[in-house]
């Protein structure tokens, strides 16, 4: 799945079960250089897209350090040698990547620990991409949504009429509510929300669903892919 921007063009691609996490293939329409937003599993196959596609890639974006969504990071780096870029408050968490994926989905991950560690004062800058990092604490303590022009990659802060999950080690539903309070304030209406999982939506929307689901929102805890 596809979608054009003025400059960009987003493809979205999903893992296997049972996570369902959504990475992102974000291309500058007049080159070939591409971005990766969170690469949950999969590295041979994203690496095939990448060649098939012809694709110059030049960073991996992280909005946060869970386990199905930093998967693939070592085999995309160990292939490309491209920096990835991480909050620091999820450094921690990053090192741990590998030892959640064994115990929730069974799975042989290299530890991650190499990682451009940044804070939201800093952000991200990569040419030619002009990309607002907005930390949105409460899912991680390093979660962060990556906004361009148009669109914004929420991970797991904000999904289609949910919020992530809050009731695991290291999150905060209180903190989670404001966070998606600031992104809903500071953002166009018309930006286009890809979330880390499910279907993707606008701000617009997130806001009439916001006005009401705010007292008590649901959390993401099922997984299927894009509905």
């Known amino acids: 799945m596809s ?4 400059n960009y ?30 690469p949950g599993d999969g590295a041979d196959r994203i690496i095939k897209v990448l060649r098939d596609e012809e694709s110059d890639l030049k960073a991996i974006l992280l909005t946060h350090a869970h386990h199905d969504h930093v998967g693939a990071v070592d ?17 921690r968490l990053m090192r741990q990547a590998h030892t959640y994926a064994l115990s929730f989905a069974g799975k042989n991950m290299k530890p991650l620990t190499e990682a451009c560690l940044f804070e939201e004062e800093s952000g991200v800058l990569i040419e030619p991409w002009v ?46 509510v404001l966070s998606v309070d600031l992104l809903l304030k500071e953002l166009p209406e018309n930006t286009v929300i890809f979330p880390g999982h499910g279907r993707s939506w606008t701000i617009a929307e997130a806001k009439s669903w916001w ?8 959390q993401y805890k099922e997984f299927g892919g894009l509905k």
């Not at 979608?3 to 003025?6: I, K, V």
Request: charged fraction near 20%; glycine fraction near 6%.
């Open 211 to 218: 006005r009401v689901a705010r007292k008590s929102p649901p």
């Open 75 to 91: 085999g995309v780096q160990q292939y490309y040698n491209v920096p990835c870029y991480l909050h620091k408050n999820d450094y």
């Open 9 to 38: 063009k987003v493809e979205t691609r999903v893992t296997d079960a049972p996570w369902s996490e959504n990475l992102y293939f974000v291309r500058h329409d007049s080159s070939s250089r591409t971005l990766l937003i969170d």
């Open 131 to 176: 990309i607002r990092s907005i930390h949105t604490p409460g899912h991680t303590k390093g979660s962060v949504c990556y906004y361009f022009d148009g669109f914004v990659f929420t991970g797991d802060t904000l999904l289609y009429q949910h919020v992530g999950r809050a009731d695991i080690p290291g999150a905060d539903l209180e903190q989670l």
């Open 3 to 6: 979608m054009n921007f003025s």
